[in-house]
């Protein structure tokens, strides 16, 4: 007993068909790569904006909806879990600028991030926050603290000598933000007032200015 093979397959046998395919394959791709490359081609072509368009949703990146004006001589650097705006500064860009932000648990809450900041310079700590200079920031008190010595920010980094820190807490609602400045004395004395200026400048950004789908 036995099968007898197709008729079809007699007529078009496979390995005549490879061939062909690998021609007009190749012929396609080609075609294809052609084309794609001649629409990159952007030529004399010309745009032309004819307004601005309305935010929406995706254009939000603020971090925390915080919006901020750094100064121009401050290098942006990546931000992390804890830095929601991360910069440096100076030659070296040993100086560093940051801002986080932190649940706040308990009405001394602040007071206690405070004295941790204290504690990084081995320096006494204070009972009170009003012993601290204030400022109006973020349309609330920000409370404004310095020191100078030995950092020690911890996590296993070895004491960084001759620091000078500038930082600001400031409790709003639910949450504490913090702006710190840390890098060496001479230089961040002369980011002194960009400091203060840069506290001043963040501002929560206002989700009512962007429409939303139904909206739309």
């Known amino acids: 007993m036995y099968f007898r093979r197709s008729s079809l397959a007699r007529v078009f046998p496979v390995a005549r068909l490879r061939p062909a395919f ?5 012929f396609l791709l080609f075609s294809v790569l052609a084309g794609l490359l001649s629409g990159c081609d952007p030529g004399d072509r010309e745009v032309t904006v004819t307004g601005r368009r309305n935010l929406v949703l995706w254009d939000r990146s603020f971090p925390n909806n915080l919006k901020d004006q750094a100064p121009e001589e401050w290098r942006r650097v990546p931000w992390t879990q804890m830095r929601y705006y991360n910069y440096r500064f ?5 100086g560093e600028v940051w801002v986080s932000v932190i649940p706040r648990q308990g009405a001394d809450a602040a007071l206690l991030n405070v004295n941790r ?33 030995a950092y ?13 820190m500038l930082a600001a807490a400031i409790p709003i609602s639910s949450i504490i933000v913090t702006i710190k400045m840390i ?34």
């Not at 020690?152 to 004491?159: E, I, L, N, R, Y």
């Not at 230089?187 to 200026?197: M, R, S, T, Y």
Request: a negative charge.
């Open 22 to 26: 690998r021609r007009w394959g190749g």
């Open 90 to 94: 100076g030659d070296s860009e040993e």
């Open 117 to 149: 900041w204290y504690n990084q310079f081995r320096l006494p700590e204070i009972v009170t926050l009003e012993d601290l200079k204030q400022e109006t920031m973020l349309g609330a008190t920000g409370y404004l603290v310095e020191a100078e010595g």
């Open 152 to 164: 020690h920010a911890g996590m296993g980094a070895d004491p960084r000598p001759e620091t000078r």
């Open 183 to 216: 890098g060496s004395p001479a230089g961040v004395g002369a980011q002194q007032e960009a400091f203060l200026d840069y506290c001043r400048s963040l501002e929560f950004f206002d989700e009512a200015r962007i429409s939303k789908a139904e909206d739309e």
